[in-house]
């Protein structure tokens, strides 16, 4: 789980910096990722939670607010 939570850490870093570049430690092993845009190191960043969730045995939930423009009488 440290390794998941590591991984998570640095793309986070990685999608705050703008870069498309990732490196983090895996298995005891150094790894560098190239990724080809900001979709898939966010996309990356909802699997990680996924798993992390599904280790803790909760859901990741989404809130998807909606909003109308101007009032209604």
């Known amino acids: 789980m440290e390794d998941l939570i ?8 990685a999608r ?6 990732v490196e983090f430690a895996s ?5 560098r990722v190239v990724y080809r845009s900001m979709a ?3 996309a990356a960043i909802a699997a990680i ?3 992390v969730a599904a280790m803790n045995g ?6 998807l607010p909606s909003f109308k ?4 009488s």
């Open 49 to 51: 939670d996924r798993d």
């Open 16 to 21: 705050s910096s703008g870069e498309l570049e």
């Open 58 to 63: 909760t859901r990741v939930t989404t809130f």
């Open 27 to 31: 298995g005891g092993t150094r790894r």
């Open 40 to 42: 898939e190191i966010i």
């Open 6 to 13: 590591a991984q998570r850490a640095a793309l986070v870093a």
């Open 69 to 72: 423009t101007g009032f209604e």
